[in-house]
């Protein structure tokens, strides 16, 4: 059997709808609202910094006053106040907005660093940066000040050198130690894994440079705060560029990590030299950049199967994710309009979004794949040109050609309340296919034994 049919109609339908009803309505808050759908926005979760240089940011002219702690948690927002603050530099990167550090100025925390909020001895951080020369021994970001015992610290570059260390400096056991590298003034994603029982391991753009057994315990809460841009006790200043950075207080699984670094390549374009899933933001494939979340598996241990992130698209619930099978999507950053008369099944619908999305959906050898069937959820709140009493339909570009017209809506959503929709037991989504939302001015009839059931026309 197929693995990717719907559920047919029979007797106990009905009973299956009502409990996949109940189901969704309490699972929906659920929804993974971090980086690349990993990790919530609320401070619920083990993501606890997320800094955006495109959002959160309040400045005076150019110069930021305050980041806000995109993760949820207030006590790790960061600022700074007079000759101190660094500059935002507006479309600097892929159209985002970037932080420039100076070599004199920072922003950090207050003395509101915890257990709970803040890393022990383990984490997983997400950095986009770039250097302005590799002769500075400085700190893209650390715990404040910069002192030999316990810290949580990286330097990229410390006079050519690039350092990550965890706890108690500076041994092998605390400490991630790379020289030789070319390119540090070039905008990279660096990733970086600890954990007692798996050690510590760093990549950039997606490859891993190097692996070391053992982590150590960062206990400095009380006297320390967390500093983004180094110029403190022990540490001159960053001279640089920051687009990102995120800090989970607990180890990442594999498959997270590597859709948490797709997000950051789209995101920002760059070049990803391993483990590049999504290739929907190539300009070949019409650059599909933005909101960019994912769901895979790497093994049974190492999976993740829902996600929204930043956008308006969750995906959840895949029947058949394989080891090393990934699903990931995101947008063209058009407008969550639905305007568009053009490109659309005539006759069936009225108009559509004109935001599109793209999907990948491969191995990690970039293979197509099949995940099985999916569940789509879409938040339609604030959405010009959608009204409660609409039909919403789902067009995918099912034989890939660039043209909706010559698809069938799909128009079975269920109405979660809120403005939130779900449909069901998708099969139609495919690797590359695009797809966007419109309404409908048709009937949708079902017909159950003697019972029909007729949907008013808009």
């Not at 420039?100 to 509101?112: H, K, M, P, W």
């Not at 959503?413 to 309404?439: K, P």
Request: one cysteine or more; a negative charge.
């Amino acid at each position: 059997m197929d693995k990717k049919k719907g559920i047919p109609l029979r007797s106990g339908f009905v009973k299956h709808l009502l409990s996949v009803g109940c189901f969704l309505s309490l699972s929906f808050g659920f929804s993974q609202t971090g980086p690349g759908g990993v990790g919530t926005n609320d401070g619920s979760s083990s993501l606890k910094i997320w800094y955006n240089s495109s959002s959160g940011v309040v400045t005076t002219g150019t110069t930021i006053d305050s980041l806000r702690n995109l993760a949820g948690v207030a006590e790790l927002d960061v600022g700074e106040v007079g000759g101190q603050r660094p500059t935002l530099v507006a479309n600097a990167v892929n159209g985002y907005d970037e932080i420039s550090f100076s070599g004199s100025n920072r922003l950090r925390t207050g003395l509101t660093l915890t257990p709970a909020n803040f890393i022990t001895n383990e984490a997983s951080s997400f950095l986009v940066t770039r250097a302005d020369n590799l002769t500075q021994r400085s700190c893209v970001y650390t715990t404040d000040p910069l002192v030999g015992s316990t810290r949580f610290t990286n330097h990229i570059p410390w006079n050519r050198t690039v350092y990550y260390d965890i706890g108690t400096c500076c041994g092998s056991n605390a400490r991630i130690q790379v020289g030789g590298l070319s390119g540090l003034l070039n905008y990279s994603y660096w990733s970086y894994d600890a954990h007692p029982s798996t050690g510590k391991q760093l990549y950039r753009n997606g490859a891993l440079l190097q692996s070391r057994a053992n982590t150590t315990t960062y206990t400095s809460y009380a006297s320390q705060r967390f500093n983004v841009g180094g110029n403190t006790s022990g540490t001159q200043g960053y001279s640089g560029d920051v687009t990102e950075l995120i800090v989970f207080n607990q180890r990442v699984n594999s498959a997270q990590r590597i859709i948490v670094e797709n997000y950051l390549s789209a995101k920002f374009g760059l070049f990803s030299t391993s483990n590049d899933v999504y290739d929907e933001d190539d300009a070949a494939n019409g650059d599909f950049d933005h909101d960019v979340a994912g769901i895979g598996r790497v093994d049974a241990s190492n999976f993740h199967d829902d996600a929204r992130g930043t956008g308006t698209i969750r995906i959840s619930g895949p029947t058949d994710l394989d080891d090393n099978e990934f699903l990931l999507w995101g947008h063209n950053n058009s407008t969550l309009t639905i305007t568009a008369t053009t490109n659309i099944p005539v006759g069936i619908s009225r108009a559509r979004m004109d935001r599109m999305w793209r999907v990948s959906e491969v191995d990690l050898s970039g293979t197509s794949v099949d995940v099985g069937t999916i569940r789509m959820t879409i938040d339609m709140t604030g959405v010009t040109g959608f009204t409660t009493s609409d039909v919403l339909q789902l067009l995918i570009d099912t034989d890939n050609d660039g043209s909706f017209a010559d698809e069938t809506p799909i128009q079975n959503a269920v109405a979660l309340g809120s403005n939130v929709y779900q449909f069901n037991s998708l099969v139609a989504l495919t690797n590359n296919a695009r797809f966007t939302f419109a309404v409908g001015t048709i009937n949708t009839v079902i017909t159950n034994r003697k019972i029909t059931y007729r949907v008013k026309p808009n």
